[in-house]
T-cell receptor, first 112, second 117 residues
Framework: GENVEQHPSTLSVQEGDSAVIKCTYS??????FPWYKQELGKRPQLIIDIRSNVGEKKDQRIAVTLNKTAKHFSLHITETQPEDSAVYFCAAVYNQGGKLIFGQGTELSVKP | NAGVMQNPRHLVRRRGQEARLRCSPM?????VYWYRQLPEEGLKFMVY????????ESGMPKERFSAEFPKEGPSILRIQQVVRGDSAAYFC???????????????FGQGTRLTVV
């Protein structure tokens, strides 16, 4: 079925530490995995994505890794800052119709 | 490019009234997706539309909810006879092409926060 599991649901780190959020998906045909950041009361914003033909992608302090065999993908944020505090959602595109299915979200809190 | 535009931003309806939520996709985007977000919860897929066609409505309740994306004008999500449980933020997203194949991104609007009193 169409399912994306995301862990942890909440994550608290000290400023400067790293944060890792993990997701698993169920459809082996999925081939696009975006990550969205949602601040309180605002729209989800695309921060990074990865396609199934690569295993890792970096953009400054943010990186995403993909393990297609295990159907896992992860978001890594290094040198966290208080402005990184938000809810982060992973998602996978399901080829049946091409819609995005989201994980449950991770509330990240970065303490100064 | 103004981005994905949703209106109204806030909508208050009494139980039993109708709610109409509008979504204008980004310029050049012909694919629209509607999601519902309950307070402190995730984004639940409702419906996926392409111009004049409903591609996937598997996430939409069978009764009271309908969606359209006409040839001209915005996509409309319509909720008839609203109940308190319909109170949520409704987001739409758009993409220029099929997301199948991983060849494009989806961008979200600011959402419509529906409150049923």
């Amino acid at each position: 079925g169409e399912n994306v599991e995301q862990h942890p649901s909440t994550l608290s780190v000290q400023e400067g530490d790293s944060a890792v959020i993990k997701c698993t998906y169920s459809d082996s045909a999925s081939n696009y995995f975006p990550w969205y950041k949602q601040e309180l009361g605002k729209r989800p914003q695309l921060i990074i994505d990865i396609r199934s033909n690569v295993g890792e992608k970096k953009d400054q302090r943010i990186a995403v890794t993909l393990n297609k065999t295990a159907k896992h993908f992860s978001l890594h944020i290094t040198e966290t800052q208080p402005e990184d505090s938000a809810v982060y959602f992973c998602a996978a595109v399901y080829n049946q119709g091409g819609k995005l299915i989201f994980g449950q979200g991770t509330e990240l809190s970065v303490k100064p | 490019n103004a981005g994905v535009m949703q209106n109204p931003r806030h909508l208050v309806r009494r139980r039993g009234q109708e709610a109409r939520l509008r979504c204008s996709p980004m310029k050049g985007h012909s694919h629209v997706y509607w999601y519902r977000q309950l307070p402190e919860e995730g984004l639940k897929f409702m419906v996926y539309l392409q111009k004049e066609n409903i591609i996937d409505e598997s996430g939409m309740p069978k009764e009271r909810f309908s969606a359209e994306f006409p040839k001209e004008g915005p996509s409309i999500l319509r909720i008839q006879q609203v109940v308190r449980g319909d109170s949520a933020a409704y987001f739409c997203a758009s993409s220029p092409r099929l997301m199948q194949g991983g060849n494009t991104e989806a961008f979200f609007g600011q959402g419509t926060r529906l409150t049923v009193v």
